[in-house]
């Protein structure tokens, strides 16, 4: 089943350095269909869905702990087994010292348009990630067929998402 939410409502969270849930909002508390005290103090893939590729994953680490932000589509499990699409914007939260401390997730609901395309490319990089048994060459191989399917386009993936989202607003 996938849950939805209105345009203009954000789901927040916050989480520390190693990715433990350390603040959620009350939208977040209703798509996820978890109660606060079951995600306060977990690691924030306990909504990982497994139809997420790992590459996305390491890219958004790799971009945030690099100190930058990222703007993702991802694909979430909620508590009771439904699921639910959002278009993520994740920052680096930093101490008075400029040092990371935490990162900061606010998601907008994504448009169905925007769905329909991300979902085809995931399910390729998924596919691929399925063909190898070892974590690390799942994620170097996927990553590896993003990058191509990126440069097919002639776009990054910050300008892919950005497309999506710009072009497909309102087709849904």
């Known amino acids: 089943m996938e849950r939805t939410f209105d345009d ?20 977040f508390l209703e ?12 690691p924030h893939n306990l909504i990982r869905h497994p139809a997420m590729p790992r590459a996305i994953f390491q890219l958004l680490w790799d971009r945030i702990n690099a100190g930058k932000e990222l703007f993702a589509y ?8 439904a699921h639910y699409w959002v ?8 101490d008075r010292n400029g040092e990371i401390v935490g990162y900061h997730s606010n998601r907008r609901t994504a448009d ?24 690390a060459e799942a994620i170097e191989a996927s990553t590896a067929l993003l990058q ?22 309102g087709a849904s």
């Open 31 to 42: 798509i996820s269909a978890f109660a606060e005290e079951e995600v306060i103090g977990k």
């Open 87 to 94: 278009l993520a914007h994740v920052t680096p939260s930093f």
């Open 74 to 81: 991802v694909i979430n499990l909620a508590g009771d087994g």
């Open 148 to 169: 191509q399917r990126l440069s097919d386009r002639g776009q990054s993936y910050d300008q892919f998402v950005w497309f999506l989202a710009t072009t497909t607003s």
């Open 8 to 27: 203009g409502r954000l789901i927040v969270s916050k989480t520390d350095r190693k990715g433990i849930i350390r603040y959620v909002n009350p939208l």
């Open 112 to 135: 169905r348009a925007a769905i329909l395309q991300i979902e085809r490319l995931y399910a390729e990089l998924t596919a691929e990630e399925a063909r190898h048994s070892r974590p």
